[in-house]
């Protein structure tokens, strides 16, 4: 039986923030990946890999990304600075120990 990888965990606000926004506009779209990653020419596993943050995308894929999903690159950017905004405003949890 294969083992299953361990997911990695985007450590960066950044690549958080850009696959934290892409997934919540995608769901207000009402668009699946596999529809998202059609409509942008793109693999599945790509957008799954940027909603993760994985990967950060090229500002010519996020600027395709956007196209897709009918709004502009700016709003992506400004959502993407706000949700950054409000990790930096959220308490740290108490560390156990």
Same mark, same amino acid.
């Given at each position: 039986m294969?083992?299953?990888?361990? *997911? ?7 690549a ?10 995608r769901?207000?779209?009402g668009?699946? *990946?596999?529809?998202?990653?059609a409509?942008?020419?793109f693999?599945r596993t ?5 909603e ?12 395709? !990304? ?8 700016? *709003?992506?950017?400004k959502?993407?600075?706000?949700w !950054?905004?409000? *990790?930096d ?9």
């Amino acid at each position: 039986m294969q083992r299953r990888q361990r *997911q990695i965990q985007p450590t960066d606000l950044r690549a958080k923030a850009t696959g934290v926004v892409v997934r919540e506009l995608r769901d207000q779209a009402g668009l699946s *990946q596999e529809r998202l990653s059609a409509n942008c020419g793109f693999d599945r596993t790509y957008i799954s890999r940027v909603e993760r943050g994985i990967i950060n995308p090229t500002v010519s894929r996020l600027w395709m !990304i956007a196209d897709a999903l009918g709004i502009p690159l700016s *709003q992506v950017a400004k959502r993407m600075e706000v949700w !950054i905004v409000d *990790q930096d405003r959220t308490p740290m949890k108490p560390s156990r120990g």
